[in-house]
């Protein structure tokens, strides 16, 4: 339940803050925990709408939490105690956003007496398991600027990467999209009327124009096929990714497709990584590390890797033999992971190995829309040139016979 309090501190000062706790109690008890004097509590009346529109539309991105991370490491290397940083970062938010509710909670709950880590938990799908763990390991340690400032540059660095991935992929998707738009006109609208005028001269039609004559039928017809089709797909993508074993499979798949998967598991090593070695810097335990990163991965393959080096490296294994040991890594992975393990500089190599993956993805994208564009035009191409063929062979014909 969402409550809405006001306090005063020793100083007489007036606080007004938003927790969020099972009842007013738990709110009371927490305002005292952090030296406050409670003046009111609140309840806040949420309706369903209410519910639903912020379920719906309230999210926050990843340049948004980079800012975020950003600004507040800025503001602790500064001197800036977190209480105070967090309530000018939660003035200069938009009152109607998310992030505006997060600072506030968050600040409501280190107002309190516990900890910013404690505050980011009730949002860990926006944040990432990675994040929490990482903040909650710099408090634990006393070096949370420090951990806020490499999580900032990991963060940018990944919305630096979706960034590149996204501009290079804006042409392509856009030319397919218009394809696309132009041929269901064409097929729907343009197409019928003139084969129709075609037919009722009775001469005998080309092939193309005949498959043509027959798509444009089959789709005014049994458009409603297509989209119970597209509707299946969709619903057995999203029962068999309940069960594991489908997962796995159809994820190993998307790993084999030609160009796009090998920029799938690139995109994976990088993020993985460096999330591994974000949090290894953090003071986090390695298995512990393992098992979070495993988590960040998307991939079931990838997945089930990490929680086995985590399993094996619990058992005594070497690191590296353990990265081996999976046979899903490449080789540079397994010999750096060895280097690092040797040198005791693990988070070091970890994010020099990132780097070079993130580099080689970088790369790939580029080399995806290079191809990816005229081949594109190839396409189009054809498939101008087969209209052509199909809607102007019939006039050539008709005038042929006068």
Known sequence: MKFIYKARDWNGKLIKGVADLHDKSEVLGSIKDGGLVPISIDEVKQTRLGELYKNVFSRINLKQISTFTRQLSTMMNSGLPLT????????????????????????AMVQGGRSLADGLEKYKKYFGEAYVASVDAGENAGVLDEVMTKLADTLEKQDDFQSKVKGAMIYPVIVVIGMVAVVIIMIVFVIPKLLGLYSDFGSEMPASTKFLMSMSDFFNKYWFILVFLFAGVFLLLKVGNANPKFRLKWDTFKLRI?????????????????????????????????????????????????????????KGFSIANSFEETAVFPIIVNQMVATGEATGKLDEVLLKVADYFSSEAEQSVKSLTSAIEPLIMIVLGLGVAFLMVAVVMPIYNLTSQF
């Open 84 to 107: 105070d940083a967090l309530s000018l970062l939660k003035n200069q938010t938009n009152r109607s956003g998310l992030m505006y509710e997060i600072l506030d909670h968050a600040l």
């Open 258 to 314: 030609p160009i796009m998967g090998e920029l799938t598991k690139k995109n994976i090593l990088a993020t993985t990584i460096r999330t591994l070695s974000m949090l290894l810097s953090a003071g986090i335990p390695l298995v512990e590390a393992l098992r979070i990163v495993s988590n960040v991965a998307g991939n079931s393959l990838f997945y089930g890797s990490y929680q086995q080096i985590a399993e094996r490296v619990q």
